[in-house]
């Protein structure tokens, strides 16, 4: 079985939980970075947060600094490239208020939204592809055709990689492939706009060849790194959405994410780069409309969310990972590969999505 370079925590809670439209992805607060609150560093990187939230709008893009020596941040945000001026400007201004409040004392720190993304540092990383941090979206059901799915699937990602990397493109690529008559299958990749064609294609290949790792035989998958982002469903997600096709649940309630409004039951599977005395604080944040049916076992892990909308039962698995000092953990086994930790849990995973909540 394939071995995996990174370590990562696979534990579980469960709670009651309500996901909101402008709830983040993930986030990233490098540790390593740690900085006073009140000091220069601090306040420029407020200053050039201010600037993202009024720039970004209207190009969809920015990249700038701020500050001089030590003291120096360089800041990107863009938002993804099929959505309105106006939802790019709500992501941006949730973006900027979010990853202060997240990372309140680090000097890098990234956000991934659904329709945006944004990031800072004191040290440049213009033009440079990043793939050392990593989100991962999954849906745990399979499809029922995993060679003609697979095949179409890298059909389509050839094609919308390749309408990547075309300058006037803008490093957005998206398209879709009918499957059947009732089954039509949506793709979508983006690079950020500072990273030249050959680097785009290299962080979209980089993305594009986990899928068998996280997402082999997947209905859905997502690929978030600070430098691109790739997905594909079996519903509708990007602009303009196909007026005679449904999400799996009801697709008044939220913009391109139909199913998130449900209540729904999540369980952390990993929580990787964090300390773990606050993860009882992250748990409750995850939980906030809920209760903890184990707070103890919150207590241990914190992390990423598997995601079990209730009015639909299609649960997305999220896992978060990274080089961490959870490489130390009495919790991992050391020469046991991440598909091994996932394979432990499919089970635990399968019970759950035949549960009646």
Same mark, same amino acid.
């Given at each position: 079985?394939?071995?995996?370079?990174?370590?990562?925590?696979?534990?579980?809670?469960?709670?009651?939980?309500?996901?909101?439209?402008?709830?983040?992805?993930?986030?990233?607060?490098?540790?390593?970075?740690?900085?006073?609150?009140?000091?220069?560093? $601090?306040?420029?990187?407020?200053?050039?947060?201010?600037?993202?939230?009024?720039?970004?709008?209207?190009?969809?893009?920015?990249?700038?600094?701020?500050?001089?020596?030590?003291?120096?941040?360089?800041?990107?945000?863009?938002?993804?490239?099929?959505?309105?001026?106006?939802?790019?400007?709500?992501?941006?201004?949730?973006?900027?208020?979010?990853?202060?409040?997240?990372?309140?004392?680090?000097?890098?720190?990234?956000?991934?939204?659904?329709?945006?993304?944004?990031?800072?540092?004191?040290? $440049?990383?213009?033009?440079?592809?990043?793939?050392?941090?990593?989100?991962?979206?999954?849906?745990?059901?399979?499809?029922?055709?995993?060679?003609?799915?697979?095949?179409?699937?890298?059909?389509?990602?050839?094609?919308?990689?390749?309408?990547?990397?075309?300058?006037?493109?803008?490093?957005?690529?998206?398209?879709?492939?009918? /499957?059947?008559?009732?089954?039509?299958?949506?793709?979508?990749?983006?690079?950020?706009?500072?990273?030249?064609?050959?680097?785009?294609?290299?962080?979209?290949?980089?993305?594009?060849?986990?899928?068998?790792?996280?997402?082999?035989?997947?209905?859905?998958?997502?690929? /978030?790194?600070?430098?691109?982002?790739?997905?594909?469903?079996?519903?509708?997600?990007?602009?303009?959405?196909?007026?005679?096709?449904?999400?799996?649940?009801?697709?008044?309630?939220?913009?391109?994410?139909?199913?998130?409004?449900?209540?729904?039951?999540?369980?952390? %599977?990993?929580?990787?780069? $964090?300390?773990?005395?606050?993860?009882?604080?992250?748990?409750?944040?995850?939980?906030?409309?809920?209760?903890?049916?184990?707070?103890?076992?919150?207590?241990?892990?914190?992390?990423?969310?598997?995601?079990?909308?209730?009015?639909?039962?299609?649960?997305?698995?999220?896992?978060?990972?990274?080089?961490?000092?959870?490489?130390?953990?009495?919790?991992?086994?050391?020469?046991?590969? %991440?598909?091994?930790?996932?394979?432990?849990?499919?089970?635990?995973?399968?019970?759950?999505?035949?549960?009646?909540?």
């Amino acid at each position: 079985m394939m071995s995996f370079p990174y370590k990562i925590v696979l534990l579980l809670f469960l709670c009651t939980w309500g996901a909101k439209a402008d709830d983040p992805l993930g986030e990233f607060c490098n540790r390593n970075t740690n900085i006073s609150r009140g000091g220069k560093l $601090s306040a420029n990187i407020d200053e050039i947060l201010s600037d993202l939230a009024l720039k970004t709008p209207s190009t969809g893009f920015v990249e700038t600094t701020f500050g001089k020596d030590q003291d120096k941040v360089y800041a990107l945000a863009q938002c993804r490239g099929d959505v309105s001026t106006q939802d790019c400007s709500n992501c941006i201004q949730d973006a900027t208020k979010q990853i202060r409040q997240r990372c309140p004392n680090q000097a890098d720190a990234r956000i991934w939204y659904d329709y945006c993304f944004l990031r800072y540092s004191n040290k $440049s990383f213009f033009g440079e592809v990043d793939t050392s941090f990593g989100i991962f979206y999954f849906n745990v059901e399979n499809v029922t055709d995993p060679e003609a799915f697979n095949k179409k699937l890298g059909a389509l990602m050839d094609q919308i990689r390749a309408q990547a990397v075309v300058p006037q493109e803008k490093g957005l690529g998206k398209g879709k492939s009918v /499957l059947s008559p009732f089954v039509t299958l949506y793709a979508l990749v983006q690079c950020t706009r500072d990273l030249s064609e050959v680097f785009c294609a290299q962080c979209l290949a980089i993305a594009v060849n986990n899928f068998p790792t996280f997402c082999n035989n997947r209905k859905g998958c997502r690929v /978030l790194y600070s430098s691109c982002y790739v997905r594909y469903e079996l519903y509708p997600f990007f602009f303009p959405l196909d007026s005679h096709k449904t999400g799996p649940s009801n697709t008044g309630k939220v913009k391109g994410e139909p199913w998130l409004n449900d209540k729904a039951v999540a369980l952390s %599977l990993g929580g990787v780069g $964090s300390n773990p005395r606050n993860n009882l604080a992250s748990c409750r944040d995850s939980c906030k409309l809920g209760e903890f049916l184990s707070a103890a076992l919150c207590h241990q892990i914190g992390g990423a969310l598997l995601v079990f909308p209730v009015s639909y039962y299609l649960p997305i698995i999220r896992v978060a990972f990274s080089p961490s000092e959870w490489s130390q953990s009495s919790l991992l086994k050391e020469d046991t590969s %991440l598909s091994d930790h996932l394979n432990e849990f499919q089970g635990i995973i399968d019970q759950m999505s035949r549960m009646t909540i």
